[in-house]
């Protein structure tokens, strides 16, 4: 939510904070800014609403800013509508201080009426401006910059990333953190402030991650960086592994399909450093065998799509281990209160590692003494780093704002979990784990298959892209999965859409189906399955048209019923949710690319959401 790139070095510093935003644009795209500080301390903004193709056509229409350090943002807007004058940067009100803002500062009310009292006037509606001149007025105080940025950090309350430029200071940029993401790219006579590493992979490839109440200063040839008690830190460097090409589009049209069809090769990479023998090794764990055996209950927390993967995983782990698990909601969590404690396990699952409301809860559940453990792609992300255990997805960095292939690998090691788990409280055959290890080591060659026969699916999508509403219905695992095939849809192609479990819709729901409303009914889990065809047997005698997501062996029962079967290659019972996701993200790709949708940046989103 929001990105912010920062750069000094000794080349031209526009060109590289709009290709760094770029990058980041998937944050947040309502409006962008960049804000450049000559040698001669010369400060000089331009920002605009829009895209950072607006911001660039504005730059190259205007008069030329110029100068080796910068600052640079992209919004997603929290207060003040997206406009020009709401876009970062953010100047304090002689123009010496310029911030860009990530997060939100809860007292800028409060702060706001503190500095209009004593003068101050503001232009934007922002609570970022609110930075701006709060620290221009502790400078103009003091005239000591660092005094300035510890006076304003004590103020204000939230969360921020902040990236701040002084037109006293010409080849310096201030960085500071506290529950939002920033990192520091250090470079060869240059240095850098970015969200997050896919901004910096063509520039370097070493990285720090600043920690909450850190500050830091950059110079082209230096980093310095401060605790909250303004002591000098060591900060641990990392070499990012990412290949910059897997943050590129690679001849496809849009992120979003580049990333389902990378799925199998995620599950591979996820899967494979995890299997020795015949077993799953998750080294991640070896230091806490017992972590299972003393659990009596067990939570998964996530936001959005993470979410969804927990609810499939409840199912998995409920039946697999006799394990109490509840899944929550991240932002109901921290506030309900849980029955959590030294013998809970609290699964967090977050593709960015940065979401507020999961990280809160995570801290809320070590508070409460249970262990975490995170399922994370973003390698170094704030939850990563703060969970007792954490399990990588590495699924590579993902750019579409829907999620596909990250929603994917936390699924397989869910099941991974679930088996690995199992085996240790001594609850699966031998015959049963190895049957699992073979459909594992399957999984990539099945959706393969899926994958290289998407006609049927784009037909789907091409005679039901006009609808206004649509139905996801399944039962166990299946509604599930209807979740996530009903969210995708609706993200991206603006469709309104619906998830039940099957058996729910007569509850209400049903006074809804007519003709022009489709039914998608996911019905792959065997034990269940006739039930979710009575059920679409009641909506589709009520008009409505149905679309059937089963395996293969089964496509049979329904051919009669409904007009489109999408059929999946059948696996293990703990797989199946792997194979049945893909026709589900195609579906709403499909029908959200006839709709003419903006597929990777969708209306009103962001991927990374790092406010409440
Ligand atoms: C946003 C994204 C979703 C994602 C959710 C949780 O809403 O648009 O795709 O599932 O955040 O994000 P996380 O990074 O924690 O998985």
Not at 211 to 233: F, H, I, M, P
Not at 289 to 314: F, M, P, Q, R, T
Not at 344 to 352: A, D, H, N, P, Y
Request: net charge negative.
């Amino acid at each position: 939510m929001c990105g912010i790139i920062g750069f000094c070095g000794n080349e031209e510093a526009v060109p590289i904070l709009l290709e760094g935003l770029e990058k980041l644009e998937y944050r947040g795209y309502d409006s962008a800014g960049v804000a450049v500080l000559s040698d001669e301390g010369t400060l000089k903004i331009r920002k605009c609403k829009g895209r950072i193709a607006s911001l660039r056509e504005k730059i190259g229409s205007e008069s030329p800013i110029t100068g080796t350090v910068g600052i640079g943002h992209t919004r997603w807007a929290t207060h003040g509508e997206p406009n020009d004058v709401n876009a970062h940067p953010q100047a304090g009100m002689s123009g010496r201080i310029v911030v860009v803002h990530n997060g939100i500062i809860e007292n800028y009310r409060e702060l706001r009426e503190f500095l209009e009292r004593r003068g101050y006037k503001f232009q934007s509606e922002t609570d970022t401006e609110v930075v701006a001149q709060l620290m221009e007025y502790y400078y103009m105080g003091r005239g000591e910059l660092m005094d300035a940025v510890y006076s304003m950090l004590d103020r204000i309350k939230g969360s921020y990333a902040l990236g701040i430029l002084c037109s006293d200071f010409p080849g310096q940029i201030i960085a500071a953190r506290k529950d939002a993401p920033l990192l520091i790219g250090y470079g060869e006579g240059s240095n850098y402030i970015a969200s997050d590493v896919t901004a910096l992979l063509s520039h370097t490839r070493t990285v720090s991650y600043l920690e909450d109440e850190e500050v830091a200063v950059l110079s082209k040839d230096s980093v310095t960086v401060y605790d909250s008690g303004r002591l000098q830190v060591e900060k641990e460097l990392h070499t990012v592994e990412w290949d910059v090409s897997a943050a590129e589009k690679g001849g496809y049209s849009h992120f979003m399909i580049k990333e389902i069809m990378e799925q199998p090769e995620a599950i591979r990479k996820t899967v494979s450093p995890r299997l020795r023998d015949g077993r799953i090794y998750f080294e991640e764990l070896a230091e806490d065998a017992d972590l299972i055996k003393n659990c009596s209950s067990i939570y998964i927390v996530g936001c959005g799509s993470a979410y969804h993967v927990g609810v499939v995983g409840k199912y998995m782990l409920e039946k697999a281990l006799r394990i109490p698990v509840e899944v929550c909601l991240a932002s109901e969590f921290r506030y309900s209160d849980p029955i959590v404690g030294p013998d809970s396990l609290v699964i967090v699952i977050s593709q960015s590692g940065e979401t507020l409301d999961t990280m809160a809860a995570m801290r809320e559940a070590k508070k409460l003494g249970a262990k975490t453990l995170a399922i994370v792609n973003v390698i170094g992300s704030s939850i990563a780093r703060e969970a007792d255990h954490v399990i990588y997805t590495w699924a590579g960095p993902e750019i579409a704002v829907a999620t596909t292939k990250a929603y994917s690998t936390q699924l397989v090691l869910l099941s991974m979990l679930t088996v690995y788990f199992q085996h240790q409280l001594g609850k699966i055959s031998e015959d049963d784990y190895g049957a699992y290890i073979a459909a594992l080591t399957d999984l990539p060659d099945k959706m393969n298959e899926i994958l290289d026969n998407i006609g049927n699916i784009q037909k789907t999508a091409s005679k039901y892209f006009n609808l206004d509403s649509m139905f996801f219905i399944g039962r166990n695992i299946d509604y599930a999965l209807g979740l996530e095939g009903s969210l995708k849809l609706k993200e991206i192609s603006y469709i309104h859409s619906e998830s039940y479990a099957a058996g729910e819709l007569k509850h209400g729901t049903i006074s809804l189906m007519e003709p022009g409303v489709l039914v998608v009914a996911i019905a792959t889990c065997k034990s269940v399955m006739d039930k979710t065809f009575s059920n679409m047997v009641e909506a589709t005698s009520r008009g409505a048209d149905a679309v059937v997501l089963t395996t293969e062996e089964s496509a049979k029962t329904f051919e009669d019923s409904v007009r489109a079967i999408l059929a999946v290659p059948e696996t293990h019972d703990l797989l199946q949710a792997n194979l049945n996701i893909v026709p589900l993200q195609l579906f709403a790709y499909y029908v959200a690319l006839n709709r003419g949708c903006d597929i990777d940046k969708p209306r009103n989103l962001a991927k990374s959401v790092t406010v409440e």
